[in-house]
């Protein structure tokens, strides 16, 4: 017994301080976790490359980086000047748009109301002076050393998974490896599943945006749709985000322009929920709405803008380790289904 007690307080007090190191080091975990999720984009589309072509999967997952970083610099170099022309306007249109809606709200009772309750000029934010130009070079300085550390883990990760799955799996006890393979197994599936329904989901809410917008006569409407479709990785908050500028613009063309801009948000984010994601869902994994939005708002409040984008992901992955690790291995109960095959059966 006097040998036992020292031993649990020693494990007690390694599990704390695994924990604030942890804590500590939670935006390096957050790029870890950032490079796993594009190291299984890049592993699955390689294997893809692989099976109708000689190259190797090792090798594809080079020519897989180097090929979406080739679309990236052709999209640059051809549509660059105008897209990121549309989006610079969209920023510099924006409090111009704000004081034409506060024109706009005056003429009501109900908008002066609203108005009251505004901020005052001087409070403020000072569009002409927020982000000095040594603030601005910090951060695209530190964005981009965060997506060259994302980058470079994904290109290791998927050129040699089973080199670090070994590494895992050594960790854990002999009697215990396989069933930690299944959970690897499951979570990677999982991962790739979500990947797919949301590269769709964001690149059918750009176009259709972008081409609504066109329709409606909104200008910039590329560079909105663009917003549009990006702001759509962010679950159920992200499309209100992306809408806001693309009304706030219609607004500066008239109340008509606005209103059939947010009713075309409105019939976009209708189509999604009702049309695309159950059709998705057949081979991607569906998340319980509450908890999609209560991760949202907890991971932003822990971790800030990264946990915000990693949200939903790191919510699969934690529904994948609970199922399997607690409800099926602790508690013995093999009746929940996975989040994948819950959704195909909702779908179908």
């Known amino acids: 017994m006097p040998r036992a007690v020292p031993a649990a307080v020693f494990v007690t007090l390694l599990l704390i301080l695994l924990v604030l190191a942890a804590w500590q080091l939670s935006f390096v975990l957050l790029l870890a976790f950032a490079g796993i999720l594009l190291a299984v984009l890049l592993r699955h589309l390689a294997l893809v490359l692989s099976r109708h072509t000689p190259v ?3 090798a594809g997952v080079l020519v897989v980086a180097l090929g979406i970083a080739a679309l990236l610099v052709l999209g640059i170099v051809f549509l660059g000047p105008q897209l990121f ?3 610079d306007q969209v ?3 924006l409090p111009a748009a704000l004081g034409q809606a506060e024109a706009l709200l005056q003429q009501y009772s109900w ?3 609203l108005l009251e309750r505004v901020p005052t000029a001087d409070e403020r934010p000072n569009w002409n002076i927020l982000g000095t130009i040594s603030g601005t070079v910090s951060t695209v300085v530190g964005v981009l050393a965060n997506m060259v550390i994302v980058v470079t883990v994904a290109i290791f990760l998927a050129s040699d998974p089973q080199l670090y799955r070994r590494g895992v799996l050594h960790l854990i006890p002999l009697d215990k490896r396989e069933r930690a393979a299944e959970i690897m197994d499951a979570l990677g599936q999982g991962l790739w599943r979500w990947l797919i329904g949301q590269g769709v989901a964001m690149a059918t809410v750009a176009v259709l945006s972008g081409l609504g917008l066109w329709l409606i006569g909104v200008p910039l409407a590329m560079g909105l749709g663009l917003i549009a479709g990006l702001m759509d ?3 159920y908050v992200g499309p209100w985000l992306g809408a806001a500028p693309a009304v706030l613009l219609a607004l500066a063309q008239g109340p008509t322009e606005a209103a059939y801009t947010a009713l075309l948000f409105l019939v976009i984010q209708q189509v999604e929920g009702n049309v695309l994601m159950p059709v998705i869902q057949k081979r991607a994994s569906a998340l319980p709405p509450v908890l999609t939005i209560l991760a949202v708002v907890a991971f932003g409040v822990l971790f800030g803008f990264m946990g ?8 699969l992955v934690t529904i994948i380790l609970v199922r399997m690790i607690y409800v099926e291995d602790v ?4 009746s929940i289904e996975a989040p994948e095959e819950e959704a195909a059966k909702k779908a179908s």
Do not use: K, N, W, Y
Not at 308 to 315: K, N, R
Not at 331 to 334: E, S, V
């Open 111 to 113: 908008g002066q109301f």
């Open 85 to 87: 022309g549309q989006v």
């Open 233 to 235: 990785f962010i679950p």
């Open 91 to 93: 920023i510099r249109s």
């Open 331 to 334: 508690l013995g109960d093999h």
């Open 308 to 315: 915000v984008l990693l949200a939903t992901p790191l919510l």
């Open 56 to 58: 190797s999967t090792s």
